[in-house]
């Protein structure tokens, strides 16, 4: 994950780890304000739970999965991630490909999302699909 031309988070700084992959950004400034992996298939969803609820106005929400996004994603998470401006997180499910870049309380849905439904029978590369990857010019006023 990068942002700003800086990689954030990669296996290179072994800093990710399965299921979803959460940078914090300063909306204004571009400076990170925290980063974290939470494990969607083992580990405890209250744990991002709590990382979700304290982010406040103005920072950017940066996520990537990687393997099971969906499997512990509780209601409560799922609407979370709705309220940053997630279109796809009700439907995230177990070895789902998603990246989405949202913010606190945003007037609408936001446009720098993507979504791939894993299927057997269409995957790539056998049990996962492919790889996403997101580009754009995010505005600095995302409220």
């Known amino acids: 994950m ?8 990669s296996p290179v700084k072994n800093n990710v780890g399965r299921g979803l992959n959460i940078a914090l950004v300063n ?4 400076q990170v304000v925290r980063m974290s992996s939470f494990d969607m298939y083992s ?25 099971d996004p969906g499997t512990k994603m509780n209601d409560d998470i799922r609407k979370l991630f709705s309220s ?10 177990f070895r789902d490909s998603w990246v989405f870049l949202g ?5 609408s849905k936001s446009p720098f999302e993507q979504f791939l439904k894993s299927n057997p029978d269409t995957n790539k590369y056998e049990g996962w699909p492919e790889l996403l990857e997101l580009e754009g010019c995010v505005p600095q ?3």
């Open 27 to 30: 909306g204004t400034t571009g």
């Open 103 to 107: 913010a606190k309380d945003l007037k």
């Open 43 to 67: 580990g405890d969803p209250s744990l991002l739970l709590k990382f979700l609820t304290e982010i406040s106005e103005g920072i950017l929400v940066l996520v990537a999965s990687y393997d």
């Open 84 to 93: 940053l401006g997630s279109s796809y997180a009700p439907q995230l499910g």
């Open 141 to 143: 006023k995302t409220f």
């Open 2 to 9: 990068c942002f700003e031309n800086q990689i954030l988070m």
